[in-house]
C-alpha cells in the first residue's frame, strides 16, 4: 500500500509529535526521579530528626505501653532497648522517607554490643548516633552520658547525636513504660551546681543528665550547642583542679617532682630562659 503524500506527512508528524511526548517525559521522569532519589546526608537527617522529635517520643511512647516487661531495674534497661530500638526502626522511616532499612545498624538483639552507638544511622558514610536510656520515674535519673575524656572521640565519630529516654515505673513486679523522650543529647545533660558547667561525676568525669521536671517540661540548660560546648569545658577544667588539689598529697615525691618541674618550665619568668 501506498501513501499519499498528505498521509506520509501527517504520520510524520504524529510520530514526531510521540517522540518528543516520550523525550519530554523521559526526562521529567529522570528529573523528578533523580530529585526524589537524591541521597540526604547524615546533616540533613538529624535536622528531620530535631524537627520531629516530639512526634517521634510520642509514638515510641504508644508502642512501649502496649508492652509489660518482667525483672529488676538493674536488667530491665535492656529490654527497654530492644523494645525502643524496634520502635523507632519503625516509627522513623514513616516521618523520613529519605530513611530505608538498610540506614539502621542495631547490632543483634539481647546480646552486648561492641560499639558506641545503640542504634546508629548510616547514611552516606556519616552516622547520626541514637543512644537508649531507661530509668524509674520514681528518682530523677543519675544515668551515665558520657565521660570528658571520650567526648572529644564521640564528636569526630558521629555526625549527630540524639537520645531516647524511656521513663518507667515499677510496682508489684511490672515495669511499664511511663513515657518516652526524644532529642538531642547535649539538651539532655544536667547542670553542675559547683561550676557554671554541666553536671557531672567526680570520681569519672560521666555527665549527668538533668531533673524529670525538665524533661517533662521540655526545658534545657543550654540554649546552644556551642553553649553546651563552653560548659563542657568549663566543668572539666573545674573537676581536674579538685583532683589535683585532692590528691597532691598522695602522690610519691618521684611524681611530686616531675609536677613540680613542669610547672615550674611552664610558668619560669622569660627573663630565667636562656
Not at 546526608?41 to 520531629?52: H, P, S, T
Request: glycine fraction near 4%; charge should be positive; aromatic fraction near 12%.
Amino acid at each position: 500500500m501506498e501513501f499519499s503524500a498528505r498521509q506520509f506527512a501527517r504520520s510524520r508528524c504524529q510520530w514526531l509529535w510521540l517522540a518528543l511526548w516520550f523525550s519530554s517525559f523521559l526526562l521529567l521522569d529522570e528529573s523528578g526521579f533523580a530529585q526524589a532519589a537524591k541521597p540526604a546526608n547524615a546533616r540533613e537527617i538529624a535536622a528531620k530528626l530535631d524537627a520531629i522529635k516530639e512526634t517521634v517520643a510520642a509514638e515510641v511512647t504508644a508502642a512501649l505501653r502496649t508492652n509489660a516487661f518482667k525483672g529488676s531495674y538493674t536488667t530491665v534497661w535492656r529490654q527497654f532497648e530492644d523494645a525502643a530500638i524496634d520502635a523507632l526502626e519503625r516509627v522513623l522511616p514513616r516521618h523520613v522517607p529519605a530513611l530505608a532499612a538498610t540506614n539502621f545498624d542495631s547490632g543483634n538483639v539481647g546480646r552486648e554490643k561492641n560499639r558506641l552507638a545503640d542504634l546508629a544511622i548510616v547514611v552516606g558514610g556519616e552516622t547520626v548516633e541514637i543512644s537508649i536510656k531507661a530509668a524509674r520515674r520514681s528518682a530523677n535519673p543519675e544515668n551515665d552520658m558520657g565521660t570528658f575524656h571520650d567526648h572529644p572521640n564521640r564528636k569526630q565519630l558521629f555526625a549527630d547525636s540524639f537520645t531516647l529516654w524511656v521513663r518507667y515505673e515499677d510496682a508489684n513486679g511490672t515495669i511499664k513504660c511511663d513515657r518516652a523522650f526524644f532529642d538531642r543529647t547535649w539538651r539532655f545533660v544536667g547542670k553542675s551546681s559547683l561550676v557554671d558547667g554541666v553536671k557531672y561525676r567526680k570520681k569519672d568525669g560521666n555527665m549527668r543528665p538533668k531533673s524529670w521536671a525538665m524533661f517533662d517540661s521540655g526545658e534545657a540548660f543550654w540554649k546552644t550547642e556551642m553553649e553546651f560546648e563552653a560548659a563542657v569545658k568549663r566543668a572539666e577544667t573545674y573537676r581536674a583542679n579538685e583532683l589535683i588539689k585532692e590528691h597532691l598529697r598522695d602522690l610519691s615525691e618521684e611524681d611530686q617532682r616531675v609536677l613540680y618541674e613542669r610547672l615550674r618550665e611552664k610558668f619560669a619568668p622569660a627573663a630565667a630562659k636562656p
